[in-house]
């Protein structure tokens, strides 16, 4: 079976222009987590989705980024406009347990650059 | 809101046992994960729980006092490959903290 996917996998941009970020989780996982990671904040979660409704969203930095899950094979984080502080690591993750504890499957990352 | 606190870095021999602890304040609590990261890699689930007590699972195990919101993760028998950050999640959002990166030397 397939894992997380995300694309793209890198990505160099001027700061000013909007990102996408792609995710497609797990065929039947029911959760669905936004991560960013840089060596100074760690791993931090930026939101997570129950059955395509998000749950929590506090962790999202500020309106400039927003997450979309239209159904369940399919999301989006999206950085508009983007700035330099924005560069990390961003993970998709997804979890087979809707509203409680499961192991999380990572994709591979989107390593994003805002120059 | 939570607060998961580990130390940050750690440094063992091959061949021998370390023990890296997670302490947490939670309100509520659904259960405890570690998780596994290589450097320039994605982490990997390494063990969940949510009994006070000691998991085992091969050269891994993973400890649990709910009472003293601590936890621990005991790596046996070192190998090189085991240099990697380790991370601590509690409850169902899974928030994780900062991670504990381990060293592994000849």
């Known amino acids: 079976d397939a894992g997380v996917i995300q694309s793209p996998r890198h990505e160099v941009t001027e700061m000013g222009q909007e990102v996408t970020l792609r995710c497609k989780p797990i065929?039947?996982?029911?959760?669905l987590f936004w991560y960013r990671q840089t060596m100074m904040r760690g791993l931090e979660l930026l939101i997570y989705?129950?059955?395509?409704?998000?749950?929590?969203d506090s962790g999202m930095p500020e309106d400039r980024f927003s997450a979309k899950m239209p159904n369940a094979s399919f999301s989006t984080l999206k950085i508009q406009p983007s700035e330099p502080r924005d560069s990390a690591v961003y993970f998709c993750?997804?979890?087979?347990?809707?509203?409680?504890?499961?192991?999380?499957?990572f994709g591979e990352g989107s390593r994003l650059t805002v120059l | 809101g939570q607060n998961i606190d580990q130390p940050t870095e750690m440094t063992a021999t091959e061949g021998a046992i370390v023990q890296i602890n997670c302490t947490y304040q939670?309100?509520?609590?659904?259960?405890l994960f570690w998780y596994q990261q290589h450097a320039g890699e994605a982490p990997t689930f390494l063990s969940y729980?949510?009994?006070?007590g000691l998991e085992e699972k091969g050269r891994f195990s993973s400890f649990l006092s709910r009472s003293k919101g601590y936890s621990y993760l005991l790596l046996k028998e070192l190998q090189m490959k085991d240099s990697a950050s380790y991370l601590c999640?509690?409850?169902?959002?899974?928030?994780f903290g900062a991670g504990t990166r381990l060293t592994v030397k000849p």
């Open positions: 729980n949510v009994l006070d």
């Open positions: 989705f129950n059955n395509n409704v998000p749950i929590d």
């Open positions: 999640a509690v409850n169902n959002d899974m928030r």
């Open positions: 065929s039947g996982h029911n959760s």
């Open positions: 993750a997804s979890s087979l347990l809707a509203g409680a504890a499961g192991e999380l499957f």
């Open positions: 939670t309100s509520g609590f659904n259960g």
